[in-house]
């Protein structure tokens, strides 16, 4: 009971506090308490963000603190109020990063003088950029060039170590990847946002994931790209094609290797699957898509999650039909499995998978929108 009456109290009073912004201030803010102005606050900062097209923390505590938003891209939120005037900082924090500051708009202070502008007239974000972050981009736009001139160079045939040890040099052939002495160039792509009339799907080179004997780096942009292993007809096509989706390159090739005939996609990373799946179901509404997820039993075992079947069967969700293919493991695993693992195993293992592919598991798809809802709401449970 306490819960529930501490949770629509919340409510109340923040949608109270939103309905004086939208309507203009018209009531005055004179006999807030401390207390009360703190959350004012807060929650003009969490609206500021939001209407900025950015997530932030699902609680702020304290001003003045710093609150990290992502791990992987490292960046984090702000708030600070200071003489009657609100500050919003979002900061990444790679390489000196970049700021986003908002500040000089709705505080508390402006609302008891007069009436105010609805919160949808926000002032846009003022970027203070970095000279080094600035210097650390052209550095990197310049390697990129540079790589991309020598991948147009590159034989697309080849011998290379990690190929030959994952079992699947043969199948690299002829490709479209670029073999160079110590590594191979795989091109990453996009759809061409100016089409224009070819035979197969238009598509640009955006970026490169080169790979060497122990180690992988991208350069160029990764996000939203793909590499496919097969030829992809123009968008639209009637045709019914088996399409897999797939995270890494290696396991793209494993997968091709038991599937000759089949289209493999290679998203590159979990992130990318779901955007990849949503992008072929479109432009291949009347196929069959199949996406083949890694196993990260390691990670679970480490951090209570397991990204490889969350973010297959959530880009099995955007893929409005498509099937999850898993590999199939002892119960209990702690160990990281994908399937070019399976394929060095004994590659029967690959088609073992495809015959036990189940539908999507929708709580699995959402687990992630499900925590992120709870906890906008203060919810424990």
Known sequence: MQYIASYVKNIMFYSFLCGCLIRGGNM????????????ALAFIANETAHINGITPPSHLSDAN??????????????????????NVTIKTLKHGGESWTFSGWDTVQQCRESNHKPLTRTKPATILTNPQAEATEAEK???????????KTLPKTGAFSYLKRKHILDTAQDTGIGFAANRIMIPIYQPNP???KRKGLDVVISGLQIIYSKNKIIRGTKKGGFF?????????????LNIFICEGFATGLAIKKVFHDAVVVVAFDTGNM???????????SK?????????????????????????????????????VMLPIVEHGSVQNIDFN??????????????????????????????????????MTC
């Not at 990290?68 to 609100?86: E, M, R």
């Not at 736009?141 to 991948?151: D, N, T, V």
């Not at 196993?295 to 099995?316: E, L, Q, V």
Request: proline share 3%; net charge positive.
């Open 28 to 39: 005055q803010y004179n006999n807030f308490e401390h207390e009360q102005e703190q959350d």
């Open 65 to 86: 603190v710093w609150h990290q938003l992502n791990k992987t891209k490292n960046t984090a939120f702000i708030h600070s109020y200071s003489k009657g005037v609100l």
């Open 141 to 151: 736009e310049k390697k990129y060039r540079k790589e991309l001139a020598l991948f």
């Open 194 to 196: 100016n089409p224009v």
């Open 228 to 240: 496919p292993l097969g030829d992809l007809p123009k968008a639209g096509s009637k045709k019914q």
């Open 274 to 284: 779901t955007i990849i799946s949503d992008l072929m179901r479109k432009l291949y």
């Open 287 to 323: 196929s069959m898509v199949t996406i083949a997820g890694d196993y990260d039993g390691a990670t679970f075992a480490k951090r209570g999650k397991n990204p490889g079947i969350s973010a297959a069967h959530k880009a099995a969700y955007k893929a409005i039909g498509a099937k």
């Open 341 to 378: 693992d399976v394929l060095i195993d004994d590659e029967n293992g690959i088609i073992q998978a495809y015959q036990r592919r189940v539908d999507c598991d929708l709580k699995i798809a959402l687990a992630g929108e499900y925590e992120q809802h709870k906890k906008t709401l203060n």
